[in-house]
């Protein structure tokens, strides 16, 4: 189910232009690392759940918790910006579009 909604979310924020803001921009990021860290841990806990097995080597341990400390970092860092982009929307959103506007709509000097 996370890897359907992920992916659908991930396929609706890339193909609809409209979408192309800085919101959606970081649900699309925080979609990628769900599914990053998803596909971490899952796929070994199938295979021991189905196989009765309960091992697991130290180098694949770590791989898997440091894979898996970088997905969770990088989900935490996420919300952290999407709840600031939504301050400033709710609480300054006259300045919204100059702290987290593109560089590219800055006037033209003549």
Same mark, same amino acid.
């Given at each position: 189910?996370? @890897?359907?909604?992920?992916?659908?979310?991930? $396929? &609706?924020?890339?193909?609809?232009?409209?979408?192309?803001?800085?919101?959606? /921009?970081?649900?699309?990021?925080?979609?990628?690392?769900? @599914?990053?860290? %998803? *596909?971490?841990?899952?796929?070994?806990?199938?295979?021991?759940?189905?196989?009765?097995?309960?091992?697991?080597?130290? =180098?694949? *341990?770590? &791989?898997?918790?440091? /894979? /898996?400390?970088?997905?969770?970092?990088?989900?935490? $860092?996420?919300?952290? %910006?999407? *709840?600031?982009?939504?301050?400033?929307? %709710? *609480?300054?959103? @006259?300045?919204?579009?100059?702290?987290?506007?593109?560089?590219? =709509?800055?006037?033209?000097?003549?």
């Amino acid at each position: 189910a996370a @890897l359907l909604g992920n992916s659908l979310i991930i $396929s &609706a924020v890339a193909c609809s232009h409209p979408l192309h803001t800085p919101m959606f /921009f970081f649900l699309l990021n925080l979609a990628l690392s769900d @599914l990053g860290s %998803i *596909c971490t841990t899952v796929p070994k806990a199938m295979h021991d759940s189905l196989w009765d097995t309960m091992t697991i080597s130290y =180098k694949g *341990c770590a &791989a898997q918790l440091c /894979f /898996f400390l970088f997905f969770i970092s990088a989900e935490l $860092s996420l919300l952290t %910006i999407m *709840c600031y982009d939504r301050y400033v929307s %709710i *609480c300054k959103p @006259l300045h919204y579009g100059t702290l987290l506007g593109s560089r590219d =709509k800055q006037p033209q000097l003549p």
